[in-house]
């Protein structure tokens, strides 16, 4: 299985619909990560949360929205998408701690007409 | 600020060619550097990573030293086989904890 888990890996929907992307891990990890991947633009930061209590806005939230449910789900969710939020979506986890790596699901591809 | 430059793609090479593919950076204080490896329809994965000044991360066959001189991270391979075709992400992690990520390199190996 898995250690980190996104839900669906595929979605395709209409302009105008509240989206909700899930994230689940296994791994213990405290920090937890959402990241969309666009051609030529490598990975931005979207949201991030360092513990259940903590969420934080990174480079691109706008027309974003998360939701720390526990230690091991992180949702993402477009409350009114349109057709630029189109891309690929992955989650991420972490240990504090500087020198430790992040760790990808495999990520959600959403495609938005 | 932070950030982290890296090679234009996408390469293409014979298997066996040497692989560099070039990455730099901008950060404050003394970051943590990465290579992910992201294969088709995968997420990322971690390659390699060094943790301070002239630290070698080796994984694969893969290398890439942390050089604070030159604020590079540069990744090299020997001999490339096709299997290794995938894109190369250089990251960095700094000391407020986030990750940033260079723009990836498509890499295309040909038997």
């Known amino acids: 299985d898995a250690d980190v888990t996104q839900t669906p890996r595929n979605r395709i929907t209409k302009t105008g619909k509240r989206i909700m992307l899930e994230c689940s891990q296994t791994k213990g990890h405290d920090r937890m990560y959402w990241y969309r991947q666009d051609p030529g633009l490598g990975l931005r930061l979207i949201y991030y949360s360092f513990d259940v209590k903590d969420i934080n806005k990174g480079e691109i939230s706008d027309g974003y929205s998360v939701s720390r449910q526990a230690q091991a789900k992180f949702s993402l969710s477009l409350e009114s998408a349109i057709p630029n939020q189109t891309a690929l979506y992955f989650c991420?986890?972490?240990?504090?701690?500087?020198?430790?790596?992040?760790?990808f699901g495999d990520g959600t591809r959403l495609s938005i007409l | 600020g932070n950030s982290v430059t890296q090679m234009e793609g996408p390469v293409t090479l014979s298997e066996e060619a040497f692989l560099t593919i070039n990455c730099t950076y901008t950060?404050?204080?003394?970051?943590?550097l990465f290579w992910y490896v992201q294969y088709p329809g995968e997420g990322l994965q971690l390659l390699l990573k060094a943790t301070k000044a002239d630290d070698k991360g080796s994984n694969k066959g893969f290398e890439a030293t942390y050089r604070k001189e030159t604020t590079s991270f540069h990744l090299e391979k020997g001999s490339v086989q096709v299997s290794d075709s995938a894109v190369y992400f250089c990251?960095?992690?700094?000391?407020?904890?986030?990750?940033?990520f260079g723009t990836g390199t498509s890499l295309t190996v040909i038997p």
């Open positions: 990251a960095l992690r700094g000391t407020g904890n986030q990750f940033y």
């Open positions: 950060a404050t204080g003394y970051p943590s």
């Open positions: 991420a986890t972490s240990r504090t701690g500087q020198n430790q790596p992040q760790h």
